[in-house]
Each structure stands twice: as C-alpha cells, then as structure tokens.
C-alpha cells in the first residue's frame, strides 16, 4: 500500500514539474516576443 502511494506522489511530482518548465518556457517566449513589439513600436515612435 505505501508503496502505492509513493509511486502516485512521484508520478505527481515529475508531471507539475514537467507542467511547470513547459509553462515557464511559454512565458519566457511571450515575453520575448513582447519585448520585440514593444521595441518595434518605440522605433516607429521615435522616428
């Protein structure tokens, strides 16, 4: 039984980890791609 309940707490345990870099990785390339339009839209601006 414990050894049950081990294995369902690991298996929860590596898949947030797994849901949490993925979604970290998401925001790193939105943010990115943020900044970029940000920076487009100042050059315009500055023009």
């Given at each position: 039984?414990?050894?049950?309940?081990?294995?369902?707490?690991?298996?929860?345990?590596?898949?947030?980890?797994?849901?949490?870099?993925?979604?970290?990785?998401?925001?790193?390339?939105h943010?990115?791609?943020?900044?970029?339009?940000i920076?487009?839209?100042?050059?315009?601006?500055?023009?």
């Open positions: 039984m414990l050894k049950k309940i081990n294995v369902v707490v690991l298996t929860v345990a590596v898949l947030l980890t797994f849901t949490v870099h993925s979604f970290a990785g998401d925001l790193e390339i943010g990115e791609f943020i900044n970029d339009l920076l487009e839209e100042e050059k315009k601006y500055w023009r």
